[in-house]
């Protein structure tokens, strides 16, 4: 068990609407990053969160977005979607001062029908 | 930016035998290096990691994997794999300490008895 909570852990749901995906971090790391794994893709960065702000983007749609809240927990909300959308969608989390290592949720696998 | 190659997309071995994954990656900065495991259905698990140092890391699961700078590689190997090893390996490399990872496209490693 890395420490990192992510739900829900399946979503299925139909092209043009929107959903949130959330995720709890280790208890204490500030840093939260989300990652989407596509067949096509691979793994990419979309976001990085640090305490509260945007700190990092990447490859993320104008679809998506995201925030941490005070408690630090972030959500990820996808709107408009498409089929090509679906993906597992992997938050972690890292301490960021000292120790470099990223922890992994177990991902949230979305289908988009 | 950082880039990162994977060279084999599948690799299969024999159940005792050695295995040995490739990486190689591309960037104008030093880097930290990462080996992940993502078993079927799961999330990224840490294997290994290089910041500085011996240049011959040893993981979890009786992994270990040797950074050469010259060669920009960062391989890793098992002298004997069991059939639990089957999963997908990603190699991975950050600039700088809470930083975003980038990932190589993965290489599946099937064991067979």
């Known amino acids: 068990d890395s420490g990192v909570t992510q739900t829900p852990k399946h979503l299925i749901t139909a092209t043009g609407q929107r959903v949130t995906l959330r995720c709890s971090p280790r208890s204490g790391d500030l840093s939260v990053y989300w990652y989407q794994q596509s067949l096509d893709q691979g793994l990419q960065f979309l976001i990085q969160y640090y305490n509260g702000e945007e700190r990092a983007k990447g490859n993320i749609l104008e679809r998506f977005s995201a925030q941490q809240f005070p408690d630090l927990h972030s959500e990820l909300n996808l709107s408009s979607l498409e089929l090509g959308d679906s993906a597992l969608y992997f938050c972690?989390?890292?301490?960021?001062?000292?120790?470099?290592?990223?922890?992994f949720g177990q991902g949230t696998r979305l289908t988009v029908v | 930016a950082q880039s990162v190659t994977q060279l084999d997309s599948q690799v299969p071995v024999f159940e005792e035998a050695p295995v040995e994954l490739r990486c190689n990656y591309s960037s104008s900065v030093s880097v930290y290096l990462f080996w992940y495991v993502q078993y079927p259905n799961q999330g990224l698990q840490l294997l290994l990691k290089y910041l500085s140092g011996s240049t011959l890391v040893k993981g979890i699961n009786g992994f270990e994997a040797e950074f050469n700078k010259s060669q920009t590689s960062f391989h890793l190997r098992k002298p004997s794999v069991h059939i639990s090893d089957t999963a997908e390996y990603f190699c991975?490399?950050?600039?700088?300490?809470?930083?975003?990872?980038?990932f190589g496209g993965g290489t599946r490693v099937l064991v067979k008895p």
């Open positions: 972690a989390s890292s301490s960021v001062k000292g120790n470099t290592e990223a922890f």
């Open positions: 991975a490399v950050t600039k700088a300490a809470g930083n975003k990872l980038t």
